[in-house]
């Protein structure tokens, strides 16, 4: 009898001890999180303190726009604009009101975007930042047209752009609208292009489908978060396409970084930094105070 418990303690121990045993909404997932790049189980609050950056294998996992928004700006400079445009259901998407409502309540954004100027170590720019929680980032005609103003916006006040991309592609609910942000967009940034003026695009997890197509991938400078899934199409349909089986690991960072599909690669936590010996290279000049009056003139009516 006695060999029989101790049996049963050794192997009830092994089962609480197997990896991923969580379940969502447990106790233990509200205190550890399960990484599967090192197969680590991580404290959370060390996570969130690191950026939700895992400690032990630097995975990087998804970051709240706004609290990249605090990462990368000077502390109060960021002033958000154009966050009022007026929503049209053109293609009457059946339910795609009630939809975006909910995102709205649960995420307290208005879209899968957010737009405004900054400063990074007292350089200013013009930031958007993509919100994959707001239905996966996907972009529709409001994002598009936010990422549009913003642009047009630098072109006036001569300022560099910085997009930070997490997205699932085009908004499925407003169909052609949705593509046709990608040329609008494209057409803005050939806009700043020939102004002279820097574009910084920022490629985090995911950047895939119609936003890989356009912005994303069209900066002077083309920086990826480690680990990153940057795709257009996922390797399922490109395998089912092509009839071929495709390297490991392609659709990440590292990969594209070796293939010259993107520039470098940059930690979360240095982001900040090197945007900012990017700029200072540049030529791009340093704001003394932080906002002089007029400063916000385009902005304030939106």
């Known amino acids: 009898m006695i060999k029989k418990f101790l ?54 996992y998804d970051f709240a726009a706004r609290d990249r ?29 009630n939809k975006l409502a909910k ?25 958007c930042v993509m919100n994959s929680k707001f239905m996966m980032g996907s972009m529709g005609s409001i994002v598009g047209e936010k990422i549009t103003l ?29 593509l046709m942000q990608m040329a609008k967009t494209s057409q803005a940034l050939a806009r700043l292009s020939q102004a002279g003026l820097l574009y910084i695009s920022i490629l985090t997890n995911p950047t895939t489908g119609g936003v890989t197509a356009s912005f994303a ?19 399922r349909v490109i395998k089912q396409t092509i009839k071929q089986d495709l390297p490991e690991g392609f659709q990440t960072s590292e990969f ?6 993107v520039d470098m690669i940059i930690s979360r936590d240095k982001m900040k930094e090197n945007l900012h010996n990017i700029l200072h290279l540049h030529g791009y000049p340093f704001v003394n105070d932080l906002y002089e009056e007029g400063d916000l003139i385009a902005c304030t009516e939106h």
């Not at 599967?36 to 995975?59: A, G, H, M, T, V």
């Not at 002077?220 to 940057?230: F, G, K, Q, T, V």
């Not at 594209?256 to 599909?261: A, D, N, T």
Request: hydrophobic share 40%.
């Open 150 to 178: 913003a642009i047009e916006y630098a072109i006036d006040n001569k300022l560099p752009v910085i997009i930070t991309c997490a997205s699932g592609g085009a908004r499925m609910q407003e169909g052609m609208i949705s």
């Open 217 to 235: 991938t069209l900066g002077d400078i083309i920086i990826a978060e480690p680990n990153a899934l940057i795709a257009f199409a996922g390797p």
């Open 256 to 261: 594209l970084l070796e293939h010259g599909f």
């Open 103 to 127: 995102y709205k309540e649960n995420t307290n954004e208005k879209e899968a975007v957010i737009t405004g100027i900054g400063l990074i170590n007292n350089i200013q720019v013009v930031l």
């Open 7 to 60: 049996k049963k303690k050794e192997q009830n121990y092994a089962v609480v001890h197997l990896k991923n045993n969580f379940k969502e909404n447990s106790v233990d997932d509200k205190f550890w999180v399960y990484c599967d790049s090192c197969n680590n189980q991580i404290f959370r609050k060390d996570l969130e303190e690191n950026l939700n950056i895992c400690p032990k294998c630097n995975k990087h």
């Open 69 to 97: 928004i605090k990462l990368l700006t000077d502390h109060n400079s960021f002033k958000e604009f154009n966050h009022n445009i007026k929503f049209k259901n053109v293609l009457n998407f059946p339910d795609y009101e």
